[in-house]
């Protein structure tokens, strides 16, 4: 951390001010003051207790430790002050701590925070899968279950495809990432680190290809392979979903070819297999639409959600025809925690941000900045070196290669650009089968000021880790 990003530790504002007297910004840094002079701990010491006390498996990506957040700004334990161009892995596109999102959880708390939908319904499950089912594409009648995490989401997408169509096969692509429960991990396209040592994975799985540059897989090889899949390993009869996500997460922020995905629904209806669209990660405006593949027009049977639609909050959830969601007997369906009706106002509230502050529209004009910018940062910086820049709306990725002519993928440049970021106050996140690409899920709610200073960072952590080289 740079000194001047860094700031002082514990120190509380002593004066008090009123509030006509002092600017909003000033009122901001005295709540960040307390907030983080509540801290009474060190990074070092959390990376300590931590190393003792939890489980190896669970990565984190930076070694600091949060105390508060607010928009896409974030303070660690000892003060020092992040531009966050993460959020939560794609979880705040409304920012942190949205005001209407807290307010609705704290006036759903006053009431109850758990019944089991099970045992004692409630109406903000209700009024939230209203909400999702007229939000989602398609005319045909919708309805919605609710889950608490994404992987959670997948598993439920497959049994409901399973009990509608008496079959057994399911199809996801290369590079798709769907979660780190065991069926979902079968159907995640990514040996490291998520499947190493933990299989066999569940039977009936298929892999088809992905279209790929890189790879110089055209969307006609991808349709080729899906199709060769079908004489070789998965009768299409046998076969109940094709998975796949609108814009590849994980994978590397690719987004499936227009053409591709209406190939995809050609050949679902052809053999009666149900499509599956995993918008976990790409969905509620991350792409300048409330669902990644409405940029298609293809309509899908099912949608996979979580992540940003509940603004910080567990929630999770399958948004289908009705007569497809209807498939399982009563039962079959839920869980304890599934559609918490804390995580239901907090969602209800974050859809209504997006709605009322226009933020797909943000979204897309945000995309656009992110692109543009990137591309000048490159050309001033290192154009042999950017390989990529791709997304959709503001769900865009800059790809490192060694050098432009051979386009090796060179993760160790992106690790260093990360870290370099990182001690100048930005959060990045890597992604893509290479680990060679940098993704960015800044909040759409993020000032043109704050994206602006966490470019800056980006263009001189990209400086700090050519210099490395030279
Ligand atoms: C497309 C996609 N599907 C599923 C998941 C799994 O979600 P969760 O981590 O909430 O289980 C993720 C998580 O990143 C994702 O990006």
New binding site residues.
């Given amino acids: 951390m740079s000194d001047t990003a860094k700031k002082p530790r514990r120190k509380v504002a002593q004066k008090k001010t009123t509030k006509s007297a002092a600017s909003a910004q000033a009122v901001v840094k005295n709540i960040v003051s307390a907030a983080v002079a509540g801290a009474d701990v060190t990074n070092a010491q959390l990376i300590a207790r931590r190393n003792a006390a939890v489980a190896r498996g669970v990565a984190s990506a930076a070694p600091i430790y949060a105390q508060y957040a607010e928009n896409a700004e974030l303070w660690d334990v000892e003060g020092n002050r992040y531009i966050d161009f993460v959020g939560g ?2 979880v705040l596109n409304t920012g942190h701590r949205h005001p209407k999102v807290i307010a609705a959880a704290k006036a759903q708390e006053d009431h109850y925070t758990h019944t089991s939908f099970q045992v004692v319904p409630y109406g903000p499950y209700i009024e939230l899968a209203e909400k999702l089912n007229a939000l989602a594409p398609g005319d045909a009648p919708k309805k919605t279950l609710l889950v ?7 598993e439920n997408a497959v049994k409901i495809a399973r009990a509608a169509t008496g079959r057994p096969g399911v199809i996801a692509f290369t590079g ?6 065991l069926l ?1 991990l079968g159907m995640t396209g990514k040996v490291s680190p998520y499947k190493k040592g933990v299989g066999p994975f569940p039977a009936d799985v298929f892999r088809a290809p992905f279209p790929s540059v890189r790879d110089g897989i055209t969307v006609e090889d991808a349709i080729t392979g899906l199709k060769n899949l079908f004489l070789t390993d998965a009768e299409p009869s046998r076969v109940a979903a094709i998975i796949i ?1 609108p814009v ?3 994978g590397g922020y690719t987004p499936v070819p227009f053409e591709m995905m209406h190939q995809l629904r050609e050949i679902c209806d052809q053999h009666g297999i149900l499509l599956i669209a ?5 969905g509620f405006g991350r792409t300048g639409t409330w669902f990644a593949i409405e940029h298609s027009g293809v309509v899908p049977d099912l949608i ?1 959600v ?2 940003s639609m509940a603004g910080g909050y ?1 929630l ?1 959830g399958v948004i289908g025809r009705a007569d497809v969601m209807d498939a399982m007997e009563p039962g079959g369906l839920g869980g304890t925690y599934g559609g918490n009706p804390v995580a239901c106002a907090a969602a209800l509230a974050a859809i209504e941000a997006i709605e009322d502050e226009g933020l797909l529209a943000r979204s897309t004009a945000m995309g656009e900045t992110l692109k543009a910018r990137f591309a000048e940062i490159g050309a001033r910086s290192a154009p042999y070196r950017f390989w990529d820049i791709r997304g959709l709306g503001a769900m865009i990725a800059v790809e490192f290669v060694t050098d432009f002519d051979s386009a090796k993928p060179d993760a160790d440049f992106t690790k260093r650009v990360i870290a370099h970021a990182l001690k100048r106050g930005l959060l990045l996140l890597s992604c893509g089968m290479h680990g060679n690409a940098v993704r960015v899920m800044v909040p759409l709610t993020a000032s043109d000021a704050v994206v602006e200073e966490g470019l800056s960072i980006f263009e001189a952590a990209v400086q700090a880790a050519l210099a490395e080289e030279a």
């Fill in positions: 892995i794609g608490t995490t994404g992987a959670e989401a997948v798709g990432y769907h979660g780190r429960t979902t996500e590849l997460g994980e995993d918008e976990v990660q790409a996979t979580a992540k567990p999770a």
